[in-house]
């Protein structure tokens, strides 16, 4: 298994992975294809593979950035393809320089295990939809 940047060629893969989880992920306003990393079959040297997981990070400023699209193929879940997907992200973010990462999720016990939690002060994010 290989992670790495997504790019445009991806993307609808990566579409059709986020497609199979109707229940769990927004469908309309993705990410960029180049705002995913991916998860494919095979080593580094074999590029091509098929690609088994995504995820995004959507960088909004310096101070804020959000892991969205979180897929992993029912076959391959409960290998930790998850959890290196949200650390490249984070990688990433941190690179970027942005010091405070968001999700918001329907499975917040898997984030908790990444170290993400409530904020210390203001204990909830809370967010209103207006389009
Ligand atoms: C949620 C999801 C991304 C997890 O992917 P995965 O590759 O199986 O996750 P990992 O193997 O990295 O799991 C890491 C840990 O989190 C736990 N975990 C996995 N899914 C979990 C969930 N939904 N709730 C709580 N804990 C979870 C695992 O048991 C594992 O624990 P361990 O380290 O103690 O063994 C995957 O189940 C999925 O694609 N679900 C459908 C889409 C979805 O719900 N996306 C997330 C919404 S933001």
Redesign the pocket.
Known sequence: MNIRRAVAEDFPAVRELIRQ?PE??MQEHLPDAEEFFVAEEGSPAEMGGRII?CCALEVYSKRLAEIRS???LPEH???????ELINACLKAAKEQGVYEVI?I???P??FE?LGFGTFNKEKYALIKIIG
């Open positions: 989880f769990q992920l997981a979180l897929a992993v879940q409960g290998k930790g393809i998850a959890s999700s999720t329907g499975s016990a898997f295990k």
